[in-house]
């Protein structure tokens, strides 16, 4: 009798109300997470567009031995562009917004520099005020050459950076720097107080 009496006994009011309060509190701590981490978030998704979309161009240049063109369409837009041989004729193969509200913008805060830019050999131009594209003054168009190589309109190397962020929120604020010369292509994050490369 006192067997089938042990084997249907629960949980103590204290226990239950225990296991809720653990409950509670690790609720708490992941709504707080989540609701900082997601501008983050956010800027992280945008900065990948912009990544994939200038290795691709990169790549295909290279594949193809076509110059493509990437073009920055409205505040929130990447575009790769070929050029056709013969003629001036361009080919339009892709077109990337960015998602969840992310633009081509730099926060001005007093608190953000310049990203670091140890493979270039001056910093990345300073852009005026809030533009988020800044690859030199006079510059119409931006691709990859067959040779890998990022150039302008003229065929000069171009260096630069383009920037990408929520307005008005800063743990989103994300750059992405090319090395004209080489083509390299780097993504940096601001994590509140520096920016970290990628």
């Given at each position: 009798m006192r067997k089938g009496n042990l084997s249907q006994a629960g949980f103590s009011l204290i226990e239950t109300m225990l296991v809720v309060g653990i409950m509670g509190v690790i609720t708490s701590i992941a709504v707080i997470q989540v609701g900082s981490t997601r501008q983050a978030l956010k800027g992280d998704g945008a900065m990948r567009v912009v990544l994939s979309q200038l290795n691709q161009a990169k790549q295909l240049a290279i594949t193809q031995r076509r110059n493509m063109r990437v073009t920055f369409t409205g505040s929130n837009s990447v575009q790769i562009i070929r050029e056709e041989v013969p003629g001036p004729t361009?080919?339009?193969?892709?077109?990337?917004?960015?998602?969840?509200?992310?633009?081509?913008?730099?926060?001005?805060?007093?608190?953000?520099?310049?990203?670091?830019?140890?493979?270039?050999?001056?910093?990345?131009?300073?852009?005026?005020?809030?533009?988020?594209?800044?690859?030199?003054?006079?510059?119409?168009?931006?691709?990859?050459?067959?040779?890998?190589?990022?150039?302008?309109?003229?065929?000069?190397?171009?260096?630069?950076?383009?920037?990408?962020?929520l307005a008005g929120q800063v743990m989103s604020a994300r750059a992405i720097t090319v090395f004209g010369s080489t083509g390299r292509i780097r993504a940096f994050r601001w994590d509140g107080s520096s920016w970290k490369v990628v």
């Open positions: 361009l080919t339009t193969l892709s077109s990337v917004p960015f998602e969840g509200g992310l633009q081509l913008t730099r926060i001005t805060s007093p608190n953000i520099g310049e990203p670091p830019a140890p493979e270039l050999p001056s910093p990345a131009p300073t852009p005026p005020s809030t533009a988020g594209v800044a690859f030199g003054n006079g510059t119409t168009e931006m691709k990859f050459s067959p040779e890998g190589v990022f150039v302008d309109q003229n065929g000069l190397t171009l260096n630069g950076t383009v920037f990408v962020a």
